[in-house]
């Protein structure tokens, strides 16, 4: 199994975001903070900008305040306006800047944590908390200064090809095969990028229920994310009660417990894509 190529590169950054803060607290003269203070400049907004990509967009109104919509309201990164508002109010660019501002504002104050487990994939929250928050800022205050939305109209362009020379040659008409072969092709790299897109919102998900059950940390590193990151072979629910040191018969449970929990979590928010 091939690793998320969009979460392989939001890692790899991480990492770097990561190392470059424990280096800057580490540094022993302003000479050597100052250059990390720069690297992690560079590194940070690198990673802002592929995070703003991974956002979510769940617009609330006061019925889903009372009703179980209300629960995605407590995810911090988590858009609570249409991604069509935010796109047409042109506002990610600056909530982007001062996602960068803001950290790096808190690695002056020594404020940014750096956790001992899982530290990639909680920093790449945290930016992206930052982003989102800025995001609902940014709409709230359009909202309040009555910006009014509406549909943007749709343009069909009809374009005509125009013939050449090469018309007339018989070798360089395409054939209906050629054309199935692209199609096919394209369809194949469109299935990957979905499947990479799907996987990354279920890692997302992981990751959410471990910083508010860290409890459950040790039972979704062995069920889901050795599988998903290290590419591993789905374990055994034996295998996996030996680790927690439980009973088959409790790790059966709560295996059929958390993959029915984290499909419909996934299902949901797969219904949010259309």
């Not at 050795?226 to 629910?237: S, T």
Request: glycine content about 2%; proline content about 1%; charged content about 35%.
């Amino acid at each position: 199994m091939i690793m998320n190529k969009k979460y392989k590169a939001l890692l790899d950054l991480a990492k770097k975001v990561c190392e470059g803060v424990m280096n800057y607290y580490d540094s022993k003269d302003e000479l050597e903070k100052q250059k990390m203070y720069m690297f992690l400049w560079e590194q940070v907004y690198l990673l802002a900008q592929l995070c703003s990509e991974t956002i979510r967009y769940v617009e609330t109104n006061a019925s889903d305040e009372a009703s179980g919509k209300k629960f995605v309201t407590t995810d911090a990164t988590v858009c609570l306006y249409s991604k069509d508002i935010v796109h047409a109010i042109a506002c990610m660019p600056e909530c982007i800047h001062k996602a960068v501002e803001t950290f790096l504002k808190k690695l002056v104050e020594h404020k940014i944590e750096v956790a001992d487990e899982y530290a990639e994939a909680k920093m790449i929250r945290y930016v992206k908390a930052l982003i989102a928050g800025n995001l609902n800022n940014a709409a709230r205050q359009a909202k309040k200064d009555d910006f009014k939305y509406s549909n943007p109209t749709q343009t069909l362009v009809f374009e005509e090809r125009m013939k050449s020379d090469k018309d007339s040659k018989k070798d360089d008409i395409p054939t209906n095969a050629s054309f199935l072969r692209d199609e096919k092709a394209e369809q194949r790299v469109e299935e990957a990028e979905l499947l990479d897109d799907v996987i990354l919102e279920f890692l997302d998900i992981l990751y959410a229920h471990i910083e508010n059950h860290p409890e459950d940390e040790i039972f979704i590193r062995e069920r889901y994310l050795e599988v998903l990151e290290n590419h591993k072979k789905i374990k055994k629910g034996k295998e996996i009660a030996e680790t927690m040191h439980i009973s088959g018969a409790a790790i059966s449970k709560k295996i059929a417990k958390y993959d029915a929990y984290f499909a419909q979590l996934l299902k949901e928010r797969l219904k949010q894509w259309r």
